[in-house]
């Protein structure tokens, strides 16, 4: 990567948990994003704390799962802790290796288990450009999706200005692909796959994705590729697969 040329990655980690939660993958993940190597990371489903599973499950890390993800590749993290529940809690979070500026994080739930938000944060590239990233996860009922949607199009309309570059990257859990209306006409973003390959990437279920619920949402940066992950090692770890994106500033 030049200094103005960046990759970004987007990941719901299931809280550290293959599918079904057979199987506690977090260094598999761990491993899987430093073999990739992107500058920032997009991550859904951080579990920042579980009393029962921090005794029982024997390789539970002493950090929370953000922290242990970044610590040997990525010098600046974001964890924001929205759902809570009585063994813990977990939500959204950034891995990025260039400084964070500034961040806020707003809830998109009215559920306190649900890990529904809209994480923002402000970072500056080694070309002295800021860059806009923000990370969500959204509802499952379209309903609550479409109420989500339209916050997040006037939280970004009111403190992102249009000559900002920006990226918002998750799981919107937008199988019927209502997500693009908001996302093009109000806020004039384009989603990287749909630019680069015609559809959306496919990433759930792991093990035979179908559903086109991931995406990366750009505006002020020129696309240069789209990246998919889709081998046997992916399909191991959680129950979505990644998703990434090479990204280029103007």
């Known amino acids: ?13 299931h809280k550290g948990f293959s599918v079904a ?17 992107p500058d920032v990371i ?26 242990f993800l970044a610590e040997n ?14 063994k813990g809690h977990h939500g959204n979070g950034i891995l990025c290796k260039y400084p964070i500026i500034s961040w806020h994080n707003q809830n998109l739930s009215r559920a306190k288990f649900a890990s529904r938000s809209y994480l923002h ?6 070309s002295k450009i800021s860059l ?21 199009a006037q939280t970004i309309e009111q403190t992102i200005p249009d000559n900002e570059p920006l990226i918002m990257a998750g799981d919107f859990n937008d ?19 749909l630019h680069y390959e015609g559809q959306h990437a496919r990433t759930f279920p792991v093990w035979r994705p179908t559903l086109q619920v991931d995406r990366i949402y750009y505006r002020g940066v020129k696309l240069q590729e789209a990246l998919t992950f889709s081998n046997k ?11 990434g994106a090479i990204f280029r500033c103007p």
């Not at 944060?121 to 080694?126: D, E, H, Q, T």
């Open 132 to 152: 806009n990233l923000v990370c969500v996860h959204l509802g499952l009922f379209e309903a609550e999706r479409e109420m989500q949607l339209a916050q997040i």
């Open 42 to 67: 997009f991550l859904q489903e951080l579990q920042g704390e579980h009393h029962k599973k921090s005794r029982h499950v024997e390789s539970w890390p002493l950090k929370p799962q953000g922290e």
């Open 73 to 86: 590749r990525w010098p600046f993290s974001l964890y924001a802790k929205n759902a809570v529940y009585k």
């Open 175 to 193: 199988w019927r692909k209502r997500a693009l209306d908001h996302m093009k006409i109000d806020l004039g973003l384009e989603e990287a796959f």
């Open 1 to 13: 990567m030049t200094d103005r040329t960046f990759k970004i990655l987007t990941y719901n980690i």
């Open 121 to 126: 944060a402000k970072i500056l590239l080694p």
């Open 233 to 243: 090692r992916w399909r191991k770890l959680s129950d979505h697969l990644p998703i």
């Open 21 to 37: 939660n057979r199987r506690f993958t977090l260094f598999g993940i761990r491993d899987a994003l430093e073999e990739i190597d």
